[in-house]
């Protein structure tokens, strides 16, 4: 079963504009991370926040975490063609599996 | 490129078949974890193997079966192949079993 679940499942958005995710999860975790595909193919590591972090950045990456309300939200900052794509929340629990949520299925209008 | 290599890309079996997917890890990686991956879904989490150990389980039945090599390389087994097990099959690799997953291109598998 999924552990992160996305919200929304699409998104679309004209270039420029920015662009916010959010992933919600069940139980405890070891760190959360957000990966990337293009056209159904393998996944890229985007980026990873730890438990007792609050705020990571990478890029136009912003990547917040409230283990509180059990969700992060990811932020693409000035949006590009080239960013269209799914998109994907995964929690490591504590057994160190790292499971997926369902994705978000963002389109970036040139 | 993450240096993780999958093989085949694709492949077509029929129904009660058998199917090997093959994993070379990137350089330095001593766990592999294997996903299955259906049109339109996330990824599924089959197993894990670390330095050639089973390290955790998804749901899936034991059918699915791997191994890990010695060089850290990575198979999955699928008997009696069903209908349903149509999906993109995902190896990933990783330093350790807690750190960041180093995805292949994967293998489409269509059984028919």
């Known amino acids: 079963s999924q552990q992160g679940e996305e919200d929304p499942q699409a998104l679309s958005i004209q270039e420029g504009e920015n662009a916010t995710m959010n992933c919600s999860y069940k139980?405890?975790?070891?760190?959360l991370q957000w990966y990337r595909q293009n056209s159904g193919r393998g996944l890229v590591h985007l980026i990873l926040?730890?438990?007792?972090?609050r705020e990571k950045h990478s890029g136009r990456l912003r990547v917040t975490l409230d283990t509180s309300k059990k969700s992060s939200s990811l932020l693409i900052t000035a949006s590009r063609a080239a960013d269209t794509a799914s998109y994907f929340c995964a929690v490591m629990d504590s057994s160190y599996k790292l499971i997926f949520g369902s994705g978000t299925r963002l389109l970036v209008r040139p | 490129e993450t240096g993780v290599t999958q093989s085949p890309t694709h492949l077509i079996k029929t129904r009660g078949q058998q199917v090997t997917l093959r994993c070379s890890s990137q350089s330095g990686h001593n766990t592999v974890s294997w996903y299955q991956q259906a049109l339109g879904q996330g990824p599924q989490f089959i197993f894990q193997y670390y330095r050639e150990e089973e390290n955790g389980r998804g749901n899936f039945p034991p059918r699915f079966s791997g191994l890990q090599f010695p060089n850290y390389s990575s198979e999955l087994n699928v008997n009696a192949l069903e209908l349903d097990d149509s999906a993109l099959y995902l190896c990933?690799?990783?330093?350790?079993?807690?750190?960041?997953?180093?995805f292949g291109s994967g293998t489409q598998l269509s059984v028919l």
């Open positions: 926040i730890r438990s007792n972090e």
């Open positions: 990933a690799s990783s330093l350790n079993t807690r750190e960041k997953l180093f």
């Open positions: 139980t405890s975790i070891n760190n």
